[in-house]
Structure formats: structure tokens, C-alpha cells
């Protein structure tokens, strides 16, 4: 069987800066895999070079076993692949509601014309986007509902903001969906909260997902897999007990014990 | 060392503080002064502070002001028209199209063309109507291909560059497109034919004495301003716009295709200031190749004292410029004595654009945009 995602040997440079050297990863269906490293490894780039943001100098990324090198961002959407960012970007003058609803933009069909005339297939097409989008944010409880679709983004708190940013990249209807970082900077309860939401968003929905995670309890929960990433080089692969307990991690995230340096 | 440097910097801050502050007593005692004077002159034309400044005064009879005030407003209309494009484009490209005023002028002489042919063949004469419908959606077209071409040609090679650089591009553009229009049609100034009796006489609607045409340009207007109103806050393609201008980069990774988005943007915006031109063309029933220059301008004016970005907030900002260029020559610089106050039409709505920036610099309605959005 294919992978869902496959990436083989990606090379990204920045003005001479390897930020990624002779990536090669996949990801199967219904997978949940963790990519963690020290700041700076390239996991971040990982995700851009995925999402269309920056187009890498070498190597071949497959989705569904098909190329999606060259593709522009909001193609590489409508494949089915959606993000979230470790700053959280909402729309943030739009409502709640709004900012899901645009997200469904790729998945419907209706023109200027058909809401000019008000036709019957425009109505039907902007109810189903309104029904979807509140299925969506009842995914996250009672915080995102009712009183709440009509809000601006900007008032949100930051928790909320970050759940509204996973519900936006669900209604994409994506068939992998990468995070990055989602829970940072979020208490231990909201942290806890989201890291079961995260396995719902696989058995519930049924997205693969593919998480960056600094929080190592939270890669320690949801992790069927766990990759480590340094200097933009993959060094460890494997369960998370594997990867925690492989020297060349404990090296890249501790340094090296002073006796050995000499 | 340190606090010496901020101490002085403080104070040259406060002194320009302080000449601006100045300014702006000024104007609003002329304003008020001018305000007060003219109702001194409407209560008793006799009084000495009516005639203080100029004892020639007669006041305004209300038929007058009226009058005034349906001129400004359907002027302001059509300031309000062209100025949502100047927002539009603005909100999702943050720089100023300062062609968008020859888009303007694309319309009228469209609409010029058009209905002189029509004068000759006689349709315009035989079914004015239809051929007015004609020379609408003619203009809209002759509009939205410019705007849009303007975007493809100049505009887009230019996207990821400072946005000074479209900026200066969108003179140059300007410039290009009225030298193309003097070519082609020559300097000359071209009148729209006459219009029917029926749609140009005075009706009195309210107590509201107004011409035919004006009545058309404000209703025209309104369905017009009504019409974006919906297609950017409930269509999918209006929300895509919102998304755009709030962020490029996150609107693509939901699946909007951002170039299109612009395309339409430019597109919305040029059909505005082609029915813009038309109603111009049907109101002043004149057009040149510079047509589109004060107009222009006046619009980019509107959206600012609006709150540039922000739709409702261009056709307020339109129709009250409109207005105060209307009324404010003959109720605030009259009684002042001010000489030639009908020639200052332009100076008065600089002068709006001035006050504005001075107190209000985010414009009526503008938005505080946090750093966050604009980075």
C-alpha cells in the first residue's frame, strides 16, 4: 500500500543555509505523527515546504502518490491538506463563524451571479456551509457556540483562538492535517483538553494528522510515531519510547556530557 | 546622556504639538465663527455680527440650501462610487491606485461614445431607456476591463515589492491611460447628448425640489452601494475577499485562490467607478481625457476621511465631501466675507480632508488596525 504522504530526500536552502538536508518521511493513513527537535531544526520549514509556502531546492513530496511540488498553497488545500501555525493566524476582524465558513471556500461552487440572483442552489449551498461550519465548532464543546459565532476572532482569548484555528484547518475537509505546536502556551488543563481532542480529530473524523510538539507528554499521548528532527536532519525514528531514550536525541536536545567533548 | 537626548526629543515633539494644535483652533473658530455669522444673518439679516465681515450678506433662503444640499449629495454619491474602489484595492492590497480615477473616466467616455452613436442612429431619442441600459453595461464592462487589465499588466509583477513602488506605478499608469485617451479621442471636450424632458425636469419630492438626474444618479447609487454591501458581507466570494485582505497567506492555505481574489477585487471596484462615469456623464453631460483627475482625487479624499479600507465608511466619507463642498462655500466662507466662495468648491474639500487627518487621522469609521494585521 502507498503512503498518504510521502517525502523523499527534501533539501531546502536559504541563501546557502541548509534549513533541510535529505529529509525522508511518510505518513500512512490514520497515522498520528510527532515531529519534535530543538528550535531551529527545520520543523517549521517542514511544514511550508509542504503547505506550498516555500518551495524546496531538491528532493519530491507525494501526496496520495501524486507530486504536489509547484502547486500553490490554496491547490495544495484542495487536495486535502490543511495547517495550523504556532502563532495562531486567525482572520481576526471576521467572526467566528465567518472564519469557518471561508475556510469550506475550496470545497463549494456557487459564483457571484448565483447569490446576485439569489438562487435556490446558492441558498441551499450557503445553509449547508452554515450547518457545517457550527458541526464543526461543536467539535470543541460549549467555548465556540452560540453567542460566541457572531464574535469578532479578536476577542477571543488565546485558548479559544487556538481551538477556532484547528476547527478552520477541519472545515478545509482535509485528509491530513498538520499542527504546529497546538498547544503552546496553553495551561496544563487546556493542554490535557486538547490533547484528547487531538485523538478524537483521528478517531472521530478520521484525519491523519501530523503534530509538531515541544510538550513531551503531549507526544508521549497521541504519538503513534515520533521523528526527530536536528539541524534539519532526521536523526531518530521510531515509538516514543524508542526516540526518548536514543542517545543521539538526548545529545541533540541536552549536549554532550562534558568528558566525552575531549 | 541618554536622558538629555530624550528630554530634547520630547520637546521638539510637543512644538510641533503645539503648531498643530494652533491649526486646529483655527479652523474650527472658522468654522464656528462662519457657522455662527450665517445663522446671525438667517435671524436678522440686519444684526451687526451678520454684517460684520460682509455687509453684502443676504442669507440663504431654504429653498437655496436645499437646493445646495441635493447637489452636494448627488455629487457625493458619485465621490462614494469611485472612492469604494480606492478602499477596496487598498484593503486587500494596502496601497493606493491612483488610476483608479482614469477607470472613472474609461466609464464616462464610454458612456460618451455609446450614446453618441445612438443620438445618430436615433434610438436614443426613439428609446432613451434601453439604450441608457445599454450604455450602463457598456461602461461597467469598458471599466472592469481596465481595472482588471491595470491589475494583470502593472500591478501584480509588482506584488511582493515595497508598496511604494505600485504606488508611484499606479501615477505612471494614470498618466498613461489619460495621454492613450487624448490620442485616440483627441483633447477636445465631448458632450453627452441631451436627455429626454421627462427625466431631467425638476420633481418635487419632500418638499425637496430636484432634477430628474439627480434623483437617478443618488437612486442609482444607493442600489449600487447596497448591491456591494451584500456581495461582501454574505457572498463566499466577499468573505474570500475579507480573508485576503486580512491575510494572503493564511487565505490560500484555506483553499482561496488568492490571484483571483484580486482580480475580483479590482473588477468590483472598476464596475463602481464605470457606473460612477456614466452617472457623471448623464449629470455634467460633458467628458475629457481629464476627466477622471479631480474626481480622482476627491475620491481618494472620500475613502480617507471615511476610513480608507472600510466600504460604508467611502460612501459616507463621499457623500458628506460632497455635501460640504456644496454648502460649506456659502454658509461658513460668505459670511466671512470670503470673496469668490463658488471657486473654492476644491479648497473646501481639502480642507475636510485636513480636519479629518487632524482629528480623526483613522478616518470616520477607520478601523485601528493592531500591528499585528498590518505586518
Known sequence: MSHLMEIRDLKITFGGLDALSGLNFHVDEG???????????????????????????????????????????????????????????????????????????????????????????????????????????????????????????????????????????????????????????????????????????????????????????????????????????????????????????????????????? | MTATIERKSARQVSKVDRFLTLIRIFLVSLIVIGVLAFIAQQVAPDNPFARWRNPDAVGLTGDQFKGLLMSGLSQGAMYGLIALGYSMVYGVLGFINFAHGEVFMAGAMTGFIASDKFSANGLWESNFLLSLVIIIVLAIMVSTLTAVLMERVAYRPLRESPRLIPLITSIGVSFFIQNAVMGVFGPSTKSYPQLPQWLSKQRSILTFEIAGTKLLVLLVAAMSMAGLWYLVERTRTGKAMRAVAEDKEIAALMGINVNRTIVTTFAVGGAMAGIAGILWGLLFRSVTHMTGFLPGIKAFTAAVVGGIGNLPGAMIGGISLGSAESIAPLVILEPLGVPGVSQLKDAVAFTVLVLVLLFKPSGLFGEQLSAEDRA
Request: proline residues 5%.
Open chain 1, 31 to 262: 497515522e498520528i505523527v510527532s515531529v519534535i527537535g530543538p528550535n531551529g531544526a527545520g520543523k517549521t520549514t517542514f511544514f511550508n515546504a509542504i503547505t506550498g509556502l516555500v518551495d524546496p531546492t531538491e528532493g519530491d513530496i507525494l501526496f496520495d502518490g501524486e507530486s504536489i511540488l509547484g502547486l500553490d498553497p490554496h491547490q495544495v488545500t484542495g487536495l486535502g491538506i490543511a495547517r495550523t501555525f504556532q502563532n495562531v493566524r486567525l482572520f481576526p476582524n471576521m467572526t467566528v463563524l465567518e472564519n469557518i465558513m471561508v475556510a469550506q471556500h475550496c470545497r463549494t461552487s456557487q459564483l457571484v451571479l448565483g447569490a446576485l440572483l439569489q438562487t435556490s442552489a446558492f441558498k441551499k449551498e450557503e445553509r449547508e456551509i452554515e450547518e457545517r461550519a457550527k458541526e464543526v465548532l461543536a467539535f470543541f464543546g460549549s467555548r465556540l457556540v452560540g453567542y460566541r459565532y457572531d464574535q469578532p476572532a479578536f476577542v477571543l482569548s488565546y485558548a479559544n483562538r487556538r481551538r477556532l484555528e484547528v476547527a478552520r484547518a477541519m472545515a478545509t475537509q482535509p485528509r491530513l492535517m498538520l499542527l504546529d505546536e497546538p498547544v503552546a502556551g496553553m495551561n496544563p488543563m487546556e493542554t490535557a483538553e486538547l490533547t484528547a481532542l487531538i485523538g478524537r480529530l483521528r478517531s472521530e473524523w478520521g484525519f491523519t494528522i501530523v503534530m509538531i510538539e515541544h510538550d513531551m507528554r503531549v507526544v508521549r499521548d497521541v504519538s503513534d510515531r515520533v521523528v526527530v528532527l536536528d539541524h534539519g536532519v532526521p536523526i531518530a525514528q521510531g515509538s516514543y519510547d524508542e526516540v526518548s531514550t536514543n542517545p543521539d536525541v538526548v545529545e541533540a536536545y541536552l549536549g554532550r556530557p562534558a568528558e566525552d567533548q575531549a
